[in-house]
């Protein structure tokens, strides 16, 4: 890899895709420090992956049901290798990759998760910051483990919890800022 070449970023997706939308428009700006190599779903339907066919953009898709997470993964991990990708950027991405994945791409994959981590991983994030009386959501930008939602923390973006929201209000504010850190934070993630 030359050292002004941008580097190559897969996507994994498995819904809408905003986050991956906000991706490919940072790497479609001139000088950016990443390319959108492929764009890959567990789910064949994604609306996510019809709009990145749309782009010209390449994309993989493969379901697990019938074949198993390890034939599933293999698939994967060739499809990204094949398409000569360096970092995996998880975009709405809703499995949990093996360790045997993950371990194959140390230090390689990141998330974006719609908490401030430590606090509420998993799925519910918004209703739970409700119900606990937080002041302030947010969303973090964070290195993959073997662990749901664990990792180093890279970047995180915070918003006010208001009177009244509830967690579509909140899922809303916080969806703002995520398609505004995640760029930002992988760009400095594939300089580092
Ligand atoms: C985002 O809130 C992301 O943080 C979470 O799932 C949602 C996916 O939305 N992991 P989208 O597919 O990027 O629109």
């Not at 390689?108 to 910051?129: C, E």
């Not at 180093?152 to 009244?164: E, K, M, N, S, Y």
Request: net charge negative; charged share 25%.
């Amino acid at each position: 890899m030359r050292a002004d070449e941008p580097v190559k970023v897969g996507i994994l997706i498995s819904g809408r895709g905003s986050n991956m939308q906000s991706l490919v428009a940072a790497a479609e700006q001139p000088g950016a420090a990443y390319q959108v190599a492929i764009i890959a779903s567990d789910k064949p339907d994604a609306a996510g992956l019809r709009w990145a066919a749309e782009q010209g953009i390449a994309t993989f898709a493969l379901s697990p049901k019938g074949i198993g997470k390890a034939a599933y993964e293999a698939a994967v991990d060739t499809a990204l290798r094949e398409a000569g990708v360096e970092i995996i950027a998880l975009a709405g991405y809703m499995r949990l990759l093996s360790g045997d994945f993950v371990g194959r791409w140390r230090g390689r994959i990141v998330n974006i998760h719609p908490s401030l981590l430590p606090l509420y991983k998993g799925l519910d994030t918004h209703a739970r910051a409700i119900a606990a009386g937080d002041a302030e959501a947010g969303c973090s930008v964070h290195i993959v483990t073997e662990e749901l939602d664990d990792g180093d923390v890279l970047g995180q973006a915070r918003v006010p919890i208001l009177p009244g929201d509830d967690a579509d209000a909140l899922a809303a504010r916080v969806l703002v800022e995520e398609h505004r850190l995640y760029p930002k934070i992988l760009t400095e993630f594939v300089r580092r």
